[in-house]
């Protein structure tokens, strides 16, 4: 066999982009929501783009890959996407293929939508399926919420678009921290350290350096760290550097959920999501108790938000005194920061609501 | 093939109407023993509560130093074909669009050396590949990349530049600003040394959006997010307007009033804009598409210092370039010149694992402001320091 060929890059996008928009790129004009799930780009020439937007679990097999390229075969002369959360974008040039397509979708079990006022893809991470260094599963706990919020990826009925994502750890290799909802796995333990091998495997000066909190000192008798637990707020970055100080801990990691956050400057400038829930225990399967919860922030949410209020735009609205009032969460200790932006979240005025 | 183990627990994630990845791996686990394998490991994850996967792993191509994610399982007396389980990560198109004949090329090599499984796509942007025996690592990167049409290579991990990802651009989006798919392309194909070959103190990310919607969610994903914008006067199609108020679109309600520096009225008749104070935020454009558009001078504003939380807690991206032209297939020089500029500054001062945001909190702004040569200007801060300890350069002072 051919010896790999190497820094070749990316395939050429150029490639991979149907007639029609070859013929018209950089030159749309305007773009309108057809029904859920379905985008219509109008070219300067009038050319227009059908997109039909699917939902995906993310983690599928080769055989799932294989069904929907028989299907962009099929309407879309061999042509399709992916977003940034995870969706399959089939891109038309023919109008009339657009409901047929639809109906193969459905009959395959993949739900259209995801566009405008709907709540789209689930962004996540591997989770219990993949990675080492998780608080709890991704997948698992995504599609047990997209089943319950189903109805809202298939319509547009919701005050403005929402985006949840979830990371199964503080690595956040999904960087869920300025998302609508965010639901993060947390450790809540100091990690337990394997004196005997601490030595064989780790470098202890790249140990100590790794935690924010200076919690970790050498212990120069036993070759091996210490732990002040006082300091220690269990991120758990000591456990990427080093097997040795073990930070998973089956009986104390949980879930926590996050409100607020936003990506787009549009109305108000990108938000970081801010903590609503610290700690809802793992519950596999189904993980029920999350479930319940997210479906009442976004319950919540659409309930009172303005026409076009995103859910940080709303809670800012109202104020968070009020968002804690109406939703009946607990306000913990938890909730008032004491990391490196605790000064920003503080109140210095006397101007606030009961 | 054996039969395979019950999974109860994870049978209650087939049911709902959401497409289920438990199925997917069923799909897999049909024709193949490792993924018949996860699929038993992750219903002892579900009775554990807890992954079983051995800590990190390092495996690897010929020549490069990531692009491929080592994983062993710690059960693998009861799941050997999980034993080896490596990631190997694909470099995708820009902007994740596809022509099936590539990515059934994909499937047919991951059939032949692999699980079946694969996440499209990895957080990054990678197209992933899950699961695959060290033995198989160097066979999949020789064939993925000697495919006669779109030939791949592998994206980034560990320390190095990883793989920049996009949104949708000028291909399919009319508020792409810059040509999101060609400078995707032309900076990973410009950096794929720092791609391939991990040299730095930690990763770093370069991520491109179009406009200030920022769909890939630039200014939290990245170390670098550069998003499409621009200097002159939206442009205003005062019949489109009309078209919209006739189709009963609530102007005042919906845009007018939502315009964060109010910077906008409508008479009844005429929408009228105050550019001057008009910061951009595309709420107006997104909401009458048909009728408004950005003005033609247009670039990108790069904002530095995105990242998740670990270490010093998460962050956003800072502008330090308000805009920078970036014509489509100029070669982009400026923005190259800067990035290179921002990572000597980087690897020359910032320690293992401090990105570089961490790293311009730790050294202060002026430091990194001096270290690639730019002047500091107010768009750069919401507001200027009110904190009276700051410091002087020493020629800014009268030496003895």
């Given at each position: 066999m051919a010896q790999a060929r190497t820094?070749?890059?990316?395939?050429?996008y150029k490639e991979m982009l149907p007639p029609v928009i070859l013929e018209n790129y950089g030159k749309w004009r305007y773009h309108e929501i057809?029904?859920?799930?379905v985008l219509v780009h109008v070219s300067e020439s009038g050319a227009k783009l059908y997109t039909v937007r699917a939902g995906s679990?993310?983690?599928?097999s080769i055989f799932f890959i294989r069904d929907i390229c028989d299907l962009a075969d099929k309407y879309c002369d061999g042509y399709l996407r992916f977003t940034s959360r995870h969706n399959v974008e089939f891109l038309l040039?023919?109008?009339?293929?657009v409901d047929p397509l639809i109906e193969d979708l459905k009959a395959m079990g993949v739900p259209v939508g995801g566009t405008g006022n709907s709540i789209t893809n689930i962004v996540h991470t591997q989770g219990w399926v993949?990675?080492?260094?998780?608080a709890t599963d991704a997948s698992g706990i995504v599609k047990a919420v997209m089943d319950e919020l189903f109805e809202y990826f298939t319509s547009m009925k919701l005050p403005a678009k929402m985006r949840i994502a979830l990371a199964?750890?503080?690595?956040?290799c999904g960087a869920v921290?300025?998302?609508d909802i965010a639901i993060l796995g947390i450790h809540r333990t100091v990690p337990k350290i394997d004196h005997e091998n601490l030595h064989k495997l780790c470098e202890i000066p790249t140990l100590t350096a790794s935690c924010p909190t200076a919690a970790i000192r050498p212990n120069p008798k036993l070759k091996s760290v210490d732990i002040k637990a006082e300091r220690c707020?269990?991120?758990?970055n000591c456990y990427t550097m080093c097997p040795?100080?073990?930070?998973?801990d089956a009986k104390n990691d949980a879930v926590s959920i996050w409100v607020g956050g936003k990506i787009?400057?549009?109305?108000i400038g990108p938000r970081f999501s801010r903590l609503a829930i610290p700690f809802i225990p793992?519950?596999?399967?189904?993980w029920p108790e999350v479930v319940e919860s997210v479906k009442k922030l976004v319950e919540l949410w659409a309930a009172n938000?303005?026409?076009?209020?995103?859910m940080s735009e709303w809670i800012e609205r109202i104020s968070w005194e009020k968002f804690f009032e109406l939703s009946g969460l607990e306000f913990t200790d938890k909730h008032i920061d004491d990391f490196t932006l605790a000064q920003t979240t503080f109140r210095s005025t006397t101007q606030f609501k009961w | 093939m054996t039969e395979a183990k019950k999974t109860p627990l994870l049978d209650e994630?087939?049911?709902?109407p959401w497409p289920s990845f438990v199925t997917e791996m069923k799909r897999a686990a049909a024709a193949n023993l490792s993924a018949q394998d996860l699929l038993g490991q992750l219903e002892l994850s579900y009775e554990d509560?807890?992954?079983?996967w051995k800590h990190g792993g390092l495996v690897g191509v010929m020549?490069?130093?990531?692009?491929v994610i080592g994983r062993y399982s710690d059960v693998p007396e009861q799941f050997p074909n999980v034993e080896h389980f490596h990631t190997v990560r694909i470099n995708q198109p820009s902007g994740w669009y596809y022509n099936t004949k590539a990515l059934r090329q994909v499937c047919d090599v991951w059939e032949k050396y692999g699980s079946g499984l694969t996440n499209?796509?990895?957080?990054?942007g990678d197209l992933v590949l899950l699961g695959t025996k060290t033995e198989h690592i160097q066979t999949i990167f020789n064939e993925v990349s000697n495919f006669e049409e779109h030939p791949m290579d592998l994206g980034g991990s560990g320390s190095n530049l990883r793989t920049p990802s996009c949104c949708a651009g000028p291909a399919r989006c009319e508020?792409?600003?810059?040509?999101t798919l060609d400078l995707c392309h032309d900076l990973t194909n410009e950096f794929q040394d720092y791609l391939h070959r991990p040299m730095w103190p930690y990763k770093s990310k370069i991520k491109i959006s179009g406009?200030?919607?920022d769909c890939v969610a630039s200014i939290a994903r990245s170390d670098f997010s550069i998003q499409g914008t621009w200097r002159d006067d939206i442009k205003i199609d005062q019949e489109a307007v009309k078209a919209y108020v006739a189709d009963g679109l609530d102007i005042e309600g919906l845009v007018v009033s939502k315009c964060p520096t109010k910077c906008m009225s409508f008479d009844g008749n005429e929408l009228t804009i105050d550019n001057a104070n008009?910061?951009?935020?595309?709420h107006c454009i997104n909401k009458m598409c048909k009728a408004l558009r950005p003005g033609d001078d247009r670039g990108a504003t790069i904002l530095v210092g995105g990242k998740a939380p670990i270490l010093q807690g998460a962050m956003m991206g800072w502008v330090i370039v308000p805009f920078m032209k970036l014509e489509s297939g100029s070669g982009y020089e400026e923005l190259k010149e800067f990035l290179e500029a921002c990572w000597e500054w980087w690897d020359e001062n910032g320690k293992t694992r401090e990105r570089i945001g961490e790293l311009i909190l730790r050294l202060g702004m002026r430091n990194f402001l001096r270290g690639i040569g730019r002047e500091p200007i107010?768009?750069?801060?919401?507001?200027?320091?009110?904190?009276?300890f700051f410091f002087w350069w020493p020629e800014e002072v009268i030496q003895d």
């Open positions: 820094d070749i890059g990316p395939p050429l057809v029904k859920p799930g679990p993310r983690l599928i040039s023919d109008e009339s293929k993949h990675c080492h260094t998780p199964c750890c503080l690595n956040m921290h300025c998302s707020m269990y991120c758990g040795s100080v073990q930070i998973i787009s400057n549009s109305r793992n519950n596999p399967p189904r938000a303005q026409p076009g209020e995103r | 994630l087939e049911k709902g509560k807890k992954a079983h020549g490069y130093g990531g692009g499209l796509h990895g957080s990054t508020f792409a600003m810059i040509d406009c200030p919607n008009c910061t951009r935020c595309m107010p768009q750069m801060v919401v507001a200027p320091r009110a904190n009276p």
